[in-house]
């Protein structure tokens, strides 16, 4: 290790080097602590480090993080402009294989001047959506908390996973995609609606299928809700009828939403983002914050060790023996679609 560490430092006094900034290293290595990557989707997902900058010690970059669902080029300006040293996109802004880069493509042309600036991306995703603790039993504690409750105060229940992980890594037994909610005790539809427009800050209402003939309050007491973030077709629906009484997602396909009123189910539909974008400042942020002092305080600590004695211990000693970070949510992020009235 010791002489790894002295082989990354070689080069600190010139302008690039070959590996990202020991602060970026400590954010991947506690990201992959708390939503292992073996949990992600590999089907279709692509998480992880997506672009590692390399550290330049004449460029130093700030020990801050950048929090977003998107990574829009107005994430990236305001992230160059913060100087922050990595940004975590929860949705991988490089989803397939790219033949080029060049500056043509907006996606491309942020991950070129993000690399340029020395901000690195690690996109964590569907790790997020499957761990306990994650996406998906945020936003069911979010349809089950009345907003004027303590925080953890929740109705009743009983949770389980709709798809349990096959092989979760120690101390995850409970990942998997989806959750599911039975209540002790079944109640109306209109309070799980009024929990959601009131914690995702929904003052104008939200969209809501319901079986034909229905209105909310014609509905029977539900005694199950089921959640998904994103894109919930292919978890909240099974051989095409739905695992609960009211299915909460982001978005649902035509057809499946159809599919899911005739079988008697409700379906609130929050928009794809929408659905993600409160767990980053609800929860995200303060697991991050927790467990990267931990994790810095070790990288500090081991790097420190390696260079003791080494020509480059003195240019970096000021640089490692900064404790503080901040981790903060995009100012910038929002979901594309907005909704205009009349008025």
Not at 109 to 137: E, F, K
Not at 171 to 200: C, D, H, S
Not at 322 to 335: A, K, R
């Amino acid at each position: 290790m010791i002489q790894s560490a002295l082989r990354r430092f070689s080069t600190m006094t010139s302008s690039n080097s070959t590996s990202c900034s020991p602060f970026t290293r400590a954010v991947v290595d506690s990201m992959r602590k708390l939503y292992p990557e073996c949990l992600a989707d590999k089907s279709f997902d692509n998480t992880g480090l997506l672009l590692e900058s390399p550290f330049s010690f004449t460029r130093r970059q700030k020990n801050s993080v950048l929090l977003t669902i998107d990574l829009t080029k107005a994430v990236a300006n305001e992230a160059i402009e913060r100087g922050d040293s990595i940004i975590i996109a929860y949705h991988p802004i490089i989803f397939r294989g790219l033949k080029s880069l060049t500056l043509n493509d907006p996606q491309q042309d942020s991950l070129l001047r993000l690399a340029q600036n020395g901000i690195s991306v690690y996109s964590p995703h569907t790790a997020v959506d499957a761990a306990p603790g994650g996406m998906a039993d945020w936003l069911l504690d979010v349809a089950l908390q009345p907003k004027s409750s303590p925080r953890g105060t929740f109705a009743p229940h009983n949770r389980s996973v709709i798809y349990p992980e096959q092989n979760p890594p120690p101390g995850f037994e409970a990942a998997g995609m989806g959750r599911i909610a039975t209540l002790k005790q079944p109640g109306p539809l209109k309070l799980v609606i009024a929990n959601l427009m009131a914690n995702l800050d929904k003052p104008d209402g939200i969209p809501i299928a319901l079986p034909q003939g229905k209105g909310i309050l014609e509905m029977p007491d539900i005694r199950t809700i089921a959640t998904c973030a994103g894109s919930g077709s292919s978890i909240l629906m099974k051989n095409g009828k739905p695992v609960a009484d009211v299915l909460v997602t982001g978005e649902m396909s035509h057809h499946d939403a159809l599919a899911a009123i005739e079988n008697g189910a409700a379906v609130v539909s929050l928009f794809h983002s929408d659905s993600e974008r409160g767990y980053l400042s609800a929860v995200m942020r303060g697991k991050l914050e927790e467990a990267l002092r931990g994790e810095w305080d070790a990288v500090r600590a081991q790097e420190a060790a390696a260079l003791a004695g080494s020509d480059g211990e003195r240019d970096i000693r000021d640089w490692l023996s900064d404790s503080n970070f901040t981790v903060s949510v995009s100012e910038m992020d929002h979901d594309p679609y907005e909704i205009w009235t009349s008025s």
